[in-house]
């Protein structure tokens, strides 16, 4: 059993910056890969980014490549994704997903743990 627990969401004007953090606790040791997605209301869940735990390799979707940066501090099991010049459209939950087996980076049916999300509203 691995627990996630995201933190760091809130209000953002367009344009501004925020961090997110995913912490892991339990079995976080067997972790292959930790990665984020998002939900906007009314919106399938969708791939925003990865990062392997071993050896740092990063994965980003197309809508947030240059803006967003996946980082990892493997000695307090907790992932980050900073977020700068974001756009309205980057509104959602964003859910921290833990893979341990190795599946493809997006697919999100495929991640075994998931946290509770955090809401990031970007206003106009």
């Known amino acids: 059993q691995v627990d996630l627990v995201e933190s760091g969401g809130g209000l953002v004007q367009a344009g501004g910056s925020l961090r997110l953090s995913c912490a892991a606790s339990?079995?976080?040791?067997?972790?292959?890969?930790l990665a984020w997605f998002r939900q906007a209301t009314g919106k399938a869940r969708e791939f925003v980014a990865a990062?392997?735990?071993?050896?740092?390799?990063?994965y980003y979707a197309d809508s947030v490549k240059g803006r967003f940066t996946s980082s990892r501090d493997n000695a307090k099991n907790t992932v980050y994704l900073q977020m700068n010049s974001l756009k309205p459209e980057d509104t959602a939950v964003y859910y921290c997903?833990?893979?341990?087996?190795?599946?493809?980076?997006?697919?999100?049916?495929?991640?075994?743990?998931w946290g509770q999300g955090t809401q990031v509203t970007v206003s106009a």
């Open positions: 339990g079995h976080a040791f067997t972790t292959y890969r």
């Open positions: 997903a833990s893979d341990h087996v190795g599946v493809h980076y997006s697919d999100y049916m495929g991640y075994q743990y």
């Open positions: 990062i392997t735990w071993t050896d740092g390799t990063t």
